[in-house]
């Protein structure tokens, strides 16, 4: 899903080492063209390990149809990379999403409603992604908690900050829709602009490999 955001971000500046030299190649993706440095280099939660953190929303139908691709592949992720998810929020609407996300893993059911919830907005179309409101009811039935501890999980204050965190991320990452990859903290690929989702992934193993060359290289050091 294209979103118009214009987010003043410059760009960033980077040494992409192994990554041009292997770009020099004919079928190998390229920097620039199936894959992007972030808007600003974003931390990572184990600088031992690759991050992949997908950036996206429940209300989003490229997202959707991305999730069968994307878990298959993650299943697959070599020990030294490890995969997060981050919802996107470049703007008010997609907070209750955002919210939801949030909500769901404090109450720990997030793993057990992710795909049920994507479900009921793009399969069953029961579900309004912009109408928290139904959302909380659906988490409480869904979950078969009080619904007063789905709210408060709601409006929680460490929802609230991750949902600033969430924001912050999307605009350092220079994402420009969803569902994008950002790899390691340093580069940025998204259906969109690789071809597709498998597209995606394929560019995606590609900048796990080099980032996997340049860490090994720095230690070396």
Not at 63 to 72: F, R
Not at 149 to 163: H, I, W
Not at 183 to 200: C, F, L, P, V
Request: charged fraction near 20%; aromatic fraction near 10%; charge should be positive.
């Amino acid at each position: 899903m294209k979103i118009s955001i214009k987010n003043g971000l410059a760009v960033l500046l980077m040494s992409f080492s192994s990554l041009t030299m292997s770009a020099a190649f004919a079928d190998a993706p390229k920097i620039g063209t199936d894959f992007e440095a972030v808007a600003q280099p974003i931390s990572t939660e184990t600088p031992a390990k690759i991050e992949v953190m997908e950036i996206f929303w429940y209300g989003c139908p490229h997202c959707y149809h991305m999730e069968a691709p994307l878990s298959a592949w993650v299943k697959k992720l070599p020990a030294d990379v490890y995969f997060k998810r981050m919802p996107g929020l470049p703007n008010a609407s997609w907070a209750p999403m955002a919210k939801a996300f949030y909500a769901m893993e404090t109450l720990g059911v997030g793993e057990k409603l992710h795909t049920k919830l994507f479900d009921a907005i793009h399969k069953t179309k029961s579900l309004n992604p912009t109408d928290e409101a139904a959302t909380i009811a659906w988490v409480t039935a869904q979950s078969g908690l009080d619904k007063l501890k789905v709210e408060q999980a709601f409006k929680s204050f460490s929802t609230s900050t991750n949902l600033n965190r969430a924001a912050q991320i999307f605009r350092a990452s220079g994402a420009t829709g969803v569902p994008s990859l950002v790899i390691d903290g340093k580069y940025i690929t998204s259906a969109t602009q690789a071809g597709g989702n498998e597209q995606a992934l394929k560019v995606a193993d590609y900048i796990i490999g080099n980032v996997r060359t340049d860490k090994a290289a720095a230690v070396k050091k």
